[in-house]
């Protein structure tokens, strides 16, 4: 990433350690955990001690805390990724588009992008993507499956797919739990009416 002097930026503390939130004039211009691989130079970036003050920055660490909670599957708050090259922005947008949950290989981010023998050069994009957790890198895996080059370190990856896994399994017994109690309502209601006696009816 370029070095932006312009940038302010917020400590966020997250359940995975502490994090650097930076904004721009145009948006999220970066979310890293603090001694990442390629954090930028912060040299002559605005440190906000107030998150009222800068409501964008406080819209991120609102928006990250929902995610670790469990409660936010997206985000909303606008994104400056501007400071990559062409490509590097074009692997961060594809990375937008991997639900919740799910994981590609790089390879297969490869191919969505038109680069069938690229998947060196999106490993590297990839590894360069500035916005952590918000612009999910962490989705991406070897081909065999293997948790490989995550900046923020692999025991970060593990943990937050192992979440967004869990997560998602939670989600699922929710949903499955609420369609049983939905159902179980309405054949209970089906019986109260079976055996509601007719007014009309005339007993000897």
């Known amino acids: 990433m370029k070095n932006d002097t312009s940038l302010s930026y917020a400590r966020y503390l997250s359940p995975m350690g502490r994090m650097v939130l930076a904004n721009s004039s145009h948006g999220l211009a970066g979310a890293w955990f603090e001694g990442q691989q390629h954090m930028p130079d912060m040299t002559g970036w605005t440190l906000v001690h107030d998150l009222g003050e800068h409501p964008l920055l406080a819209q991120a660490a ?49 191919r969505r992008l038109g680069r069938p023998t690229g998947a060196r050069a999106v490993g590297t994009a990839v590894g360069r993507n500035p916005v952590s957790v918000i612009v999910p890198c962490l989705r991406v895996i070897g081909a065999d499956g293997s948790l490989t080059g995550y900046a923020g370190g692999i025991e970060r990856k593990t943990a937050l797919l192992q979440f967004e896994a869990a997560r998602g399994m939670l989600d699922i017994v929710r949903v499955m739990g609420e369609a049983a109690h939905h159902e179980a309502a309405t054949a209970a209601s089906r019986r109260v009416g079976a055996e509601k006696p007719d007014p009309l009816r005339v007993v000897a």
């Not at 990250?64 to 090259?85: E, K, Y």
């Not at 062409?86 to 949950?101: E, N, P």
Request: hydrophobic share 40%.
């Open 62 to 110: 609102y928006e990250l805390s929902s995610f670790f909670m469990g409660d936010g599957h997206r985000f909303s708050v606008p994104l400056d990724l501007q400071a990559g090259s062409d490509f590097q922005r074009q692997v961060w947008s594809a990375l937008l588009d991997i639900g919740y949950g799910e994981t590609v290989s790089y390879g297969d981010l490869a």
